[in-house]
């Protein structure tokens, strides 16, 4: 799904409820008056930002702060304010400091941003408050016993330091499990029966207000008695630096503001301290632009810019090997022969020793653009930060490409995940990094025509595909070092283990039937739910963010170094060129299989390509006989008579032994997948299917399968309400999403991905004009059936997103009662303000462009009211709020277009 980057939009005061166009003005719009300074918008946002800044900053800090987070320039009046805002925020002119520099804290009661009484907007999803754990209590008084009425300052404090990890929220179902495996204690049953007992240390929202159980604590920003010097020594010491280097301050570089920006690798003494240069406007174009200035500048004359006494720190301009370039650099060493100097390149990331005859003064008209060398770190490395064997994979995957890079942690160095997006299949950088430590003698021995015993068939695929575990030595080493980390957890309080910061790639531990195992994140889904890959067993699982663990530093080490045990096998002539099996062919396989404790195997073919091994199966170890193979079984079954009449009727040529060409389930691959293919992150969160001690949602009976939400309320024709753009194909058809509940479909979309993970792949009859669940990718989503094909697939309808899709039929299920609670959040527009016509595809892609996948503010013009919530349509004015000097209607800019495109023809 599509996470939204923030909403921008402002309150529209004066609009009129007219629904004639021309009755509020001659230009056939409704007038927005002036919106102006909005204080209490400011005062939400500046709450917000305090929150994700609770040491404090500095005053001339804020409006950068402020413009990052909400892509507009911070009222001038509101810094005037800031004194009177009390209830917020204080206000204090430090000591031995700039005498015109003031520091902003938050107020002592400022609460979390994601209160019941705010909405938490899928920004908050994906970047939360940094938040600081609270202190033990200063004296040993001892704590009151727990009671119905009360919690005592010690479980205070520990439910307060598990909620520190999870700044994104975290189910409150989860907290006894959680709290168990932390603190070898019992959660004092009547925490969750009265969750008001948690305000002092949490706020507490309800997605789901029909499941009360379904409730997501967030922790509020705590103080910290030692909160000031720190930062602020940083800050004090950065602009002495920049006073060293030059009498002019360089405006520091800021982090892009979108999830993936493209980055130039430069290089990488360290993976904690990776060189790289962002792409695009503000960045490399702004640079560019920058040093074709500087090139006519100096051309003009350049003997009297030369910069005959350079000191170290000092910025200068320089003569490149090609004498027309100039560049921007700082001396970093005068070295022995004077006439040399050592230079570091602020712009291009590097150093060389140069002439002294080549430096020049840098005038102050080249001081105002930001250097655009800068740092990252790699994340999930930096254990291993200089390791020679991950620098050398890192050198040769990375070094001089342009990448796409994920923003782990938006911090002064950020933390990254680097993706190289220039083949056919994404490649994670981080994690291929991480391969190269793998020790190659521990990996599953495999050879042709050789034969395996006591194997373990560990999973079953869709398509036929099962991974299995082979007697090895990293086996036998694998499963040592995992019962030390058990019995680890089982003693040891590991609050500290908690994984707060979940990426795809990184490798931790969760629980597989009741013992902790390797996995590495598949995907993330929203904040709270993930997808998960068992990389010793190659089962795929969704779970809660709160499942997993970190690896603790001790076993680090060795379980890294120990290559994946699950083995990825076929059976040899059985595959199929495309699609999956037949249910029935699966489960058979299923239960043939998996619960055998003897297998073996006889090596056919290996496939290196596809790390594919065509074997021979056996389910016990008469390997001797073929006849007993689980492949001739399945050969001479009706199972198989059936799965080649299904594939031969859509459309496909039998082919005698087509494993090769056989198509791997993509999970098991995304490791090493992008972002942006995976659906986000960070796209967007997480999930699993081992809930101990959780029923979940149960199924509904029958009769109720098909019962509709309720409709989504809309305000009165006239009035105005925050919307998202899920989809524009041109201005007569798009659909929109109510901006205040995009929250509680994300958290509706991670519960379905939950439920639905878990449950066995089962046929259903499927009918037309009925609602469902369907996997698309790796959402599940509410769609209706429009149609039903020959050959399997489906025409479905997103209802929450208006998005048209084909999928297999084995990929829908029955959409049970829980999910039916929250109106279908997609609703189809047409715009106001414009005549019906035929759109060309120039103006579709123009209206595309300014409204597709942006919150913008809607102006309800009319409703046309159907039967079916899907039928419902809309017309409305669109807003874009974005820019603080003005209100962009889309309806004008069409109408401009339209009549441009007249006077052309």
């Excluded at 009661?109 to 202190?135: A, F, G, N, R, W």
């Excluded at 902790?516 to 779970?543: C, E, K, Y």
Aim: charged fraction near 20%.
């Amino acid at each position: 799904m599509h996470i939204c980057q923030g909403i921008h939009s402002k309150v529209i005061v004066g609009i009129t409820g007219a629904t004639n166009p021309n009755e509020s003005t001659p230009l056939g719009k409704p007038k927005a008056s002036n919106t102006g300074y909005n204080p209490q918008l400011v005062q939400s946002r500046l709450k917000e930002v305090l929150n994700k800044h609770s040491h404090g900053f500095w005053v001339s800090k804020l409006p950068q702060l402020y413009r990052e987070l909400y892509k507009q320039e911070l009222p001038n009046e509101a810094l005037k304010d800031l004194e009177q805002w009390t209830h917020l925020c204080t206000v204090e002119k430090p000591c031995s400091s700039n005498p015109m520099e003031l520091l902003l804290y938050p107020a002592k009661d400022l609460s979390h941003p994601c209160s019941p009484s705010t909405v938490i907007t899928p920004k908050q999803e994906m970047q939360s408050p940094v938040l600081h754990k609270p202190h033990k209590p200063k004296t040993a008084i001892p704590s009151p016993p727990d009671s119905p009425s009360s919690l005592s300052p010690e479980l205070k404090h520990k439910l307060g330091e598990l909620l520190l990890k999870y700044s994104s929220g975290l189910w409150a179902h989860a907290l006894p499990k959680l709290y168990q495996d932390t603190y070898k204690a019992k959660l004092p049953e009547h925490v969750l029966e009265n969750l008001s007992l948690l305000s002092d240390i949490c706020t507490v929202d309800y997605p789901m207000p029909d499941n009360p159980k379904r409730a997501i604590l967030y922790m509020r920003a705590g103080e910290d008695e030692n909160c000031n010097p720190a930062p602020f020594r940083d800050l004090q010491a950065r602009a002495e630096a920049g006073k060293r280097l030059s009498s002019q301050l360089v405006p520091p570089l800021l982090i892009p503001s979108e999830e993936y920006p493209s980055v130039l690798v430069v290089e990488a003494a360290s993976t904690d301290s990776v060189i790289l240069r962002y792409i695009g406007e503000g960045y490399s174009k702004a640079q560019e632009k920058m040093e074709d200035e500087m090139r006519e500048f100096y051309r003009q004359d350049n003997t009297r810019h030369v910069l005959s006494s350079p000191a170290a720190g000092q910025l200068a301009a320089v003569h490149a090997e090609e004498e027309e370039e100039i560049l921007r650099a700082q001396v970093c060493e005068v070295m022995t022969d004077k006439s040399k100097v050592k230079v570091y390149y602020v712009d291009h990331g590097f150093s060389e020793i140069i002439s002294k005859s080549k430096l020049l003064e840098l005038h102050e008209r080249f001081f105002k653009l930001p250097f655009q060398a800068t740092k990252c770190k790699l994340a999930g490395l930096g254990p291993f930060c200089q390791e020679a064997a991950v620098l050398k994979m890192f050198e040769s995957m990375a070094s001089g490409k342009i990448m796409l890079a994920e923003l782990v942690q938006r911090e002064e160095i950020p933390v990254v995940v680097l993706y190289d997006t220039s083949q056919d299949d994404d490649v994670n950088i981080n994690a291929a990094c991480m391969k190269a430590l793998h020790d190659k003698s521990l990996e599953s021995p495999l050879q042709v025509n050789s034969v395996y015993m006591n194997v373990s068939v560990t999973s079953v695929r869709s398509d036929g595909t099962f991974y299995c575990q082979l007697p090895s030595r990293g086996l036998a080493k694998l499963n040592e070092i995992l019962e030390k980390t058990d019995s680890y957890f089982h003693t040891q309080v590991t609050s500290e283990l908690l994984v707060s910061r979940p990426f795809c790639g990184k490798n931790c531990l969760a629980r597989y039937k009741g013992k902790w195992s390797r996995v590495a994140i598949t995907n993330l889904h929203g904040s709270r739910v993930l997808d998960i890959l068992f990389v010793d067993l190659g089962v795929q699982a969704s779970v809660e963010v709160f499942e997993l663990r970190e690896i603790p530093s001790s076993f680090l080490r060795d379980l890294l170094t120990i290559p994946p045990q699950a083995v990825k096998c076929c059976l040899a002539d059985l595959a199929v060129n495309v699609g999956s099996w037949t249910p029935d062919a699966v489960q058979w396989l299923r239960d043939t299989v998996l619960h055998c404790t003897d297998c073996s195997i006889k090596v056919a073919q290996l496939d290196e390509g596809k790390s594919m091994v065509h074997v021979s199966l056996f389910t016990s170890n008469s390997f001797h006989d073929s006849g007993h193979s689980v492949n001739q079984q399945l050969i001479e079954s009706d199972l198989w008579k059936h799965q080649a009449d299904v594939y031969l009727s859509s459309g496909h040529s039998p082919s005698k032994n087509s494993a090769s060409t056989l198509s791997a389930p993509t999970q098991s691959q995304n490791i090493t997948g992008s972002p942006a293919r995976n659906g986000g992150r960070i796209s967007q969160a997480k999930r699993s299917n081992l809930h101990p001690g959780t029923k979940g949602p149960q199924p509904d009976t029958p009769k109720a399968i098909f019962q509709v939400p309720p409709l989504l309320e809309l305000p009165p024709a006239g009035h105005n309400m925050d919307i998202y753009v899920s989809l524009a194909c041109h201005p007569g058809h798009f659909v929109i999403q109510p901006w205040q509940d995009m929250y509680k479909l994300v958290v509706l979309m991670g519960e379905m991905i939950l439920y639905y993970n878990k449950t066995e792949e089962k046929p259903i009859t499927v009918e037309k004009n009925q609602v469902y669940a369907a996997k698309v990718e790796n959402n599940w989503h509410r769609v209706l059936v429009k149609g039903i094909l020959t050959n399997g697939f489906v025409s479905i309808y997103e209802l929450d997103y208006g998005r048209h899709e084909l999928v297999s039929s084995t990929r829908l299920r029955p959409l049970i009662q829980e999910f039916r609670q929250l109106p279908f959040q997609g609703i189809t527009a047409q715009l106001a303000g414009v005549k019906p016509r035929q759109w060309t595809e120039e103006a579709s892609i123009v209206f595309r462009n300014h409204v597709e996948k942006k919150p913008l503010v809607a102006q309800l013009e009319s409703v046309q009211e159907a039967f079916h919530p899907w039928d419902r349509k809309v017309t409305v004015y669109l807003v874009d709020t974005s820019q603080e000097e003005k209100d962009i209607w889309v309806h004008d800019l069409m109408a401009e277009f339209a009549e441009e495109l007249t006077k052309s023809a």
